[in-house]
């Protein structure tokens, strides 16, 4: 560990360093200048090539690779000449705006583009494509490869365990028996719901001046086609084109983005601790590793830590995507500031997420299933056999069956014998009480075993 990451302020750049690591090229301040400069380049060349721009004829093909090198080579000196060029206009996008112009130098087939730099740009149309851009590349370059590893690993433990019995229990008492491929299963396809929805949400763009309305577009170029050229230019960095805004783009896509990843995220939470609870139960054996210590005083003890910390990192992410939701599509008229902070703490939350995945892959790992001390709690509760003998009762007309069982189960202690001696009391086709006297709290399961394979 280096002595950055020791005396980082954020565990995102310091414990967890590593695990946060894919997001830092798409959510640093190196990130967001490499797409500030991207838009800003392809903007001059979306205004080159339009033949109503008449002062900034077409680039010659070597003119359009010096402009696309200085967006798709940008470094880390880049950022810092940037930063210096900041230190003077106490301003970051004009800073790059310079840094392009520098850049771009005295190259003669690049002379009149200089001021088309930035051309009719508030700052926000270079930012709220930026943002944009790095929410698309996140999710499909980070995100979504790390849900879709976690689908894959829960639904081979799905299937795994689909024939494993399993004692449920609601409001934390025993109930009909499940098995742990089908608990496992119902993960499965809620993320799968919400992954859909995540997928399908519109990134979107806006370039459309310091209002919304192309005031300086218009007036600079009345015969040009300001919503068709944005809108082309917008949908051209594969994000979706919103024609009304204020001077900023509204942030409703961000909010979706955020909401939708908080239900994953949810959803993950609920898991982490059902896991802890089998764990608690001895449901789950952990796998153990050479050297590591559960407690700092109890030799015996194996933690769930994994879990822990899982639940623990996407509470954090959770909180701070609850804030994007409902801060960021509002506000103060045409513009005002807050966004501008509170966007720098997207890769926060996303590294919470991603720590929290990881974790949770890990804890995922090290599970071994214990069918022993499952079958013994499945043994031990006979009086779950309850509804499938009282509705097998309602079948065939017997009288009064769910206060018959009522009477005999509730706060009983039911053994294996005094249910089959009630079963075999009953005035029923043969058939269907043998059907009874065969079942075990281990074989009522239902189709839980073919809905599990079934995911």
């Not at 810092?80 to 087939?109: L, M, Q, S, W």
């Not at 701070?320 to 501008?340: M, V």
Request: glycine share 8%.
């Amino acid at each position: 560990m280096s002595h950055a990451t020791l005396t980082a302020l954020s565990p995102l750049d310091g414990r967890y360093a590593a695990k946060a690591g894919p997001l830092r090229p798409i959510f640093s301040e190196f990130g967001l200048m490499h797409r500030r400069v991207h838009v800003e380049i392809h903007w001059l060349l979306a205004l080159a090539a339009h033949p109503g721009i008449v002062e900034l004829p077409d680039f010659p093909a070597e003119a359009v690779a010096r402009l696309t090198a200085i967006a798709d080579g940008f470094s880390v000196d880049d950022g810092e000449r940037i930063k210096e060029i900041e230190a003077t206009t106490n301003h970051d996008v004009k800073a790059v705006e310079y840094f392009i112009k520098e850049r771009i130098g005295n190259e003669p087939a690049l002379a009149q583009a200089k001021e088309f730099v930035h051309f009719a740009c508030t700052s926000e149309d270079i930012n709220n494509l930026a943002y944009s851009l790095m929410l698309r590349d996140a999710r499909q370059d980070v995100l979504l490869p790390a849900l879709d590893a976690l689908i894959a690993r829960l639904r081979e433990l799905a299937h795994t365990h689909a024939g494993l019995s399993l004692l449920s229990r609601t409001h934390g008492q025993t109930a009909s028996p499940s098995t742990m491929g089908k608990e496992l299963a119902n993960v499965v396809a809620r993320l799968e719901r919400q992954r859909r929805q995540f997928v399908a949400i519109d990134i979107p763009g806006k370039i459309n001046g310091a209002v919304g309305n192309y005031n300086a577009h218009v007036i600079s170029y009345p015969d040009v086609d300001w919503p068709v050229l944005a809108d082309r230019f917008v949908t051209g960095l594969g994000l979706t084109f919103n024609p009304y805004t204020t001077q900023i783009e509204p942030h409703d896509g961000i909010a979706e983005f955020a909401d939708v990843l908080r239900r994953v995220n949810i959803i993950l939470i609920d898991l982490s601790r059902d896991i802890w609870g089998y764990i608690s139960l001895g449901y789950f054996k952990q796998a153990l590793k050479a050297g590591e210590v559960g407690s700092s005083t109890m030799p015996h003890k194996v933690n769930p830590i994994d879990f822990e910390n899982a639940e623990g990192n996407f509470g954090l992410a959770n909180a701070l995507l609850g804030h994007f939701a409902e801060k960021l599509p509002i506000s103060r008229w045409q513009r005002d500031l807050t966004d501008s902070t509170v966007l720098r703490a997207l890769g926060t939350a996303f590294g919470h997420t991603l720590v929290a995945v990881e974790s949770l892959q890990k804890g995922l790992g090290k599970l071994n299933a214990n069918p022993e001390r499952i079958a013994a709690d499945l043994d031990a509760s006979w009086e779950v056999l309850a509804e499938a003998v009282q509705t097998v009762m309602r079948r065939y007309g017997l009288p009064e069956p769910y206060e018959q069982l009522k009477a005999l189960t509730r706060g009983q202690g039911i053994t294996r014998d005094s249910m089959r001696a009630f079963i075999a009391g009953l005035d029923m086709p043969a058939d269907a009480k043998q059907r009874l006297l065969d079942l075990t709290p281990g074989s009522y399961i239902g189709l839980a075993n073919v809905l599990a394979k079934n995911v």
